[in-house]
C-alpha cells in the first residue's frame, strides 16, 4: 500500500528545487513515488487478547527515555537507498519502495519481564562472535528489562528435547566475548519439528533466540508457523550468522569482518612462502560455499593476491585465456604467484564418484570436495608437463577452522551487541518470526521466512569485482 511520507515530500522538494537544470520540468514519475511497509509478524495477529505494560527503560537508571527514545509503527528503514531519478531506466525508483520497521525500543510491550522465559540457542557452523551475541542477549533481558528466567539450549536444535538447558547470568557469561566459538555448543542437522515446539512448550520458554545460519532460519520459519498454528505465546526471534556472508537483505552478517582480518594472515604466509622459492605459488584456501565474499574482500585487503577464484565466476586451467596461461606469464615476470581460492568455487571441475555426488552432510547440504588440494594437483601435473626441467614449488594453505574459531574482533563484538539488544526490543515489543540487521546501515525487523529465502552473492558486474580485477589483472574467463 501507499503511504503519506516526509521523505517523499523531501525528495520532491530536492528536485524540484533543481528543475531547471532538467529544462524545467519535473520528471513524472515522481509523482508516483510512493513507500510500502512490510508487515511484521506480531503475536496480537493471533492472540488478540494480550495485554500490553509500559516498557521498564521508561524508569531505568541506564536511561532517560525522551519523546524521541521510543519507535512507533511510522519508523521505518528504506531497502532501496540508491534511485534513478531520470526515468530513463527500468529502475525500482519507479516501484513502491520496501520499508521495514526499525529495530529499538517501542514504550508499550507485550511481556511482563516477571513471566518471561527465555531461550537462547545455537546452531550450525562456527562463526566469530556467537558468544557475544549469546552474553549481549543475557545481559540485556538481565539489566535493561529485569528478566531472570534466561537458558541457553546446548547442542543446537536438538537440545530442545535432547537434554537439560542451562541457566544463565550475567555473570556466569561476562567473559564468553573473549572467547572463540560458541559455549553453548553447536550441532548440524537434529531438526525434529514436533520435538522442539514441543520442547519449548513443556519447559514453557515464551521467548526464543535462534543463532544460525541460512538453514537455521528456515528452520526457525517452520517453528515460527507451528507456534502460530498452536496459538502459543510465544516470540521467536533470528539472529542471522554466516561467516561466509551469504545472507541476502541484510548489509553484512557478523563475524565476516573478523573472519577477512584473520584471512590475511594466510595470505602474507602464502606470499612469503611464493616468494621465497623459485617459481612459487602460495595458495590459500578460504570459506565460502556458495558465496566469494570473504576470498574477495581478502584479495582487496591484502593486494598481494594475483588470483582470486570464487563460486560466482567460472574459471578453467587449460587454454587461451585460462588460469595456467596467466599464472606461467606472472610467473615469468615475478618469480612468483599467490592465489586465494573459496571453498565453493570450481566445485563441478572436480572429478568425483557416484557416491561423492550424492553425499550430503547433516544439513542437508552437498559436501564439497577440498578444491584447494585438487588445484594443488592440477598445478603440479601442469608444471611437470610444460616445464619439466624447471623448479617449481606449491604451498597450500587452509585455515578455515583457524579463522572462523577466533574471537570477534571489536568492530564485530560491536556489530553482535547491537544485534542482541534490537532482536531483545523486537521481542519485547510483540514482534515475532522476524530477523534483526543493518540495512544500509539501520538496524531494522525483517520477517524470518525473506530472510531464509534471500542469498547475498557477488555480482561479478559491479564495481567491487572490477576492484579486484585492476588489483590482480587476472583474466575474466570467459570463454568467448
Known amino acids: 500500500m501507499?503511504?503519506?511520507s516526509t521523505e517523499t515530500a523531501n525528495l520532491n522538494t530536492a528536485v524540484d528545487d533543481g528543475r531547471a537544470e532538467e529544462g524545467g520540468r519535473r520528471p513524472q514519475h515522481l509523482d508516483r513515488l510512493s513507500f510500502s511497509p512490510v508487515q511484521l509478524p506480531h503475536l496480537a495477529d493471533y492472540l488478540p487478547n494480550l495485554q500490553?505494560?509500559?516498557?521498564?527503560l521508561e524508569n531505568s537508571q541506564f536511561y532517560h527515555p525522551s519523546?524521541?527514545?521510543?519507535?512507533?509503527?511510522?519508523?521505518?528503514?528504506?531497502?532501496?537507498?540508491?534511485?534513478?531519478?531520470?526515468?530513463?531506466?527500468?529502475?525500482?525508483?519507479?516501484?513502491?519502495?520496501?520499508?521495514?520497521?526499525?529495530a529499538g525500543p517501542r514504550k508499550l510491550i507485550f511481556f511482563d519481564p516477571s513471566h518471561v522465559r527465555a531461550a537462547i540457542v545455537t546452531c550450525g557452523g562456527l562463526c566469530p562472535g556467537m558468544n557475544t551475541v549469546i552474553r549481549e542477549l543475557v545481559v540485556g533481558l538481565w539489566e535493561l528489562y529485569g528478566v531472570r528466567e534466561i537458558y541457553g539450549v546446548?547442542?543446537?536444535?536438538?537440545?530442545?528435547?535432547?537434554?537439560?538447558?542451562?541457566?544463565?547470568?550475567?555473570?556466569?557469561?561476562?567473559?564468553?566475548?573473549?572467547?572463540?566459538?560458541?559455549?553453548?555448543?553447536?550441532?548440524?542437522?537434529?531438526?525434529?519439528?514436533?520435538?522442539?515446539?514441543?520442547?519449548?512448550?513443556?519447559?514453557?520458554?515464551?521467548?526464543?533466540?535462534?543463532?544460525?545460519?541460512?538453514?537455521?532460519?528456515?528452520?526457525?520459519?517452520?517453528?515460527?508457523?507451528?507456534?502460530?498454528?498452536?496459538?502459543?505465546?510465544?516470540?521467536?526471534?533470528?539472529?542471522?550468522?554466516?561467516?561466509?556472508?551469504?545472507?541476502?537483505?541484510?548489509?553484512?552478517?557478523?563475524?565476516?569482518?573478523?573472519?577477512?582480518?584473520?584471512?590475511?594472515?594466510?595470505?602474507?604466509?602464502?606470499?612469503?612462502?611464493?616468494?621465497?622459492?623459485v617459481n612459487g605459488i602460495g595458495l590459500?584456501?578460504?570459506?565460502?560455499?556458495?558465496?566469494?565474499?570473504?576470498?574477495?574482500?581478502?584479495?582487496?585487503?591484502?593486494?598481494?593476491?594475483d588470483c582470486c577464484l570464487i563460486p560466482e565466476n567460472e574459471f578453467y586451467l587449460e587454454g587461451k585465456g585460462g588460469l595456467f596461461e596467466f599464472l606461467d606469464a606472472r610467473l615469468k615476470e615475478n618469480g612468483h604467484a599467490v592465489l586465494v581460492v573459496a571453498e565453493g568455487a570450481g566445485q563441478d571441475m572436480i572429478p568425483r564418484t557416484d557416491a561423492q555426488k550424492?553425499?550430503?552432510?547433516?544439513?542437508?547440504?552437498?559436501?564439497?570436495?577440498?578444491?584447494?588440494?585438487?588445484?594443488?594437483?592440477?598445478?603440479?601435473?601442469?608444471?611437470?608437463?610444460?616445464?619439466?626441467?624447471?623448479?617449481?614449488?606449491v604451498k597450500y594453505i587452509d585455515p578455515t577452522y583457524m579463522i572462523r574459531a577466533v574471537p570477534a574482533n571489536a568492530t564485530d563484538n560491536l556489530y553482535c551487541t547491537l544485534l542482541a539488544h534490537s532482536a531483545i526490543h523486537g521481542?519485547?515489543?510483540?514482534?515475532?518470526?522476524?530477523?534483526?540487521?543493518?540495512?544500509?546501515?539501520?538496524?531494522?525487523?525483517?520477517?524470518?521466512?525473506?530472510?531464509?529465502?534471500?542469498?547475498?552473492?557477488?555480482?561479478?558486474?559491479?564495481?567491487?569485482?572490477?576492484?579486484?580485477?585492476?588489483?590482480?589483472?587476472?583474466?575474466?574467463?570467459?570463454?568467448?
Open 67 to 102: 519523546d524521541e527514545f521510543y519507535l512507533s509503527s511510522s519508523d521505518v528503514i528504506l531497502r532501496q537507498t540508491v534511485l534513478d531519478l531520470s526515468g530513463n531506466f527500468h529502475s525500482p525508483s519507479t516501484s513502491p519502495h520496501l520499508s521495514y520497521p526499525r
Open 154 to 277: 546446548k547442542a543446537g536444535y536438538r537440545g530442545f528435547y535432547s537434554g537439560e538447558p542451562v541457566r544463565l547470568n550475567p555473570k556466569l557469561v561476562h567473559n564468553w566475548h573473549k572467547m572463540g566459538g560458541t559455549v553453548l555448543e553447536t550441532s548440524r542437522g537434529g531438526f525434529d519439528l514436533d520435538k522442539i515446539v514441543n520442547g519449548i512448550q513443556d519447559r514453557g520458554f515464551n521467548q526464543v533466540y535462534i543463532i544460525g545460519g541460512d538453514g537455521t532460519m528456515r528452520g526457525a520459519v517452520t517453528i515460527f508457523n507451528e507456534i502460530c498454528h498452536r496459538k502459543l505465546n510465544v516470540a521467536v526471534a533470528g539472529i542471522p550468522k554466516t561467516v561466509d556472508n551469504d545472507i541476502g537483505i541484510i548489509d553484512k552478517s557478523f563475524g565476516f569482518q573478523t573472519a577477512v582480518e584473520m584471512a590475511q594472515q594466510p595470505i602474507n604466509a602464502a606470499h612469503v612462502e611464493a616468494e621465497s622459492a
Open 284 to 305: 590459500v584456501k578460504l570459506m565460502g560455499r556458495s558465496t566469494g565474499h570473504i576470498a574477495l574482500h581478502a584479495t582487496l585487503s591484502s593486494r598481494d593476491v
Open 358 to 393: 550424492e553425499e550430503r552432510d547433516e544439513s542437508g547440504n552437498p559436501v564439497f570436495l577440498d578444491v584447494g588440494g585438487w588445484l594443488k594437483s592440477e598445478l603440479k601435473k601442469w608444471w611437470a608437463r610444460d616445464h619439466p626441467d624447471e623448479l617449481f614449488t
Open 427 to 480: 521481542v519485547m515489543a510483540g514482534y515475532t518470526g522476524f530477523v534483526c540487521g543493518p540495512i544500509n546501515g539501520n538496524y531494522a525487523y525483517i520477517p524470518v521466512k525473506e530472510v531464509a529465502l534471500a542469498k547475498n552473492e557477488v555480482n561479478t558486474r559491479d564495481h567491487k569485482w572490477a576492484w579486484v580485477r585492476s588489483v590482480t589483472n587476472q583474466p575474466d574467463f570467459g570463454r568467448s
Open 2 to 4: 501507499e503511504v503519506a
Open 52 to 56: 500490553t505494560i509500559t516498557n521498564p
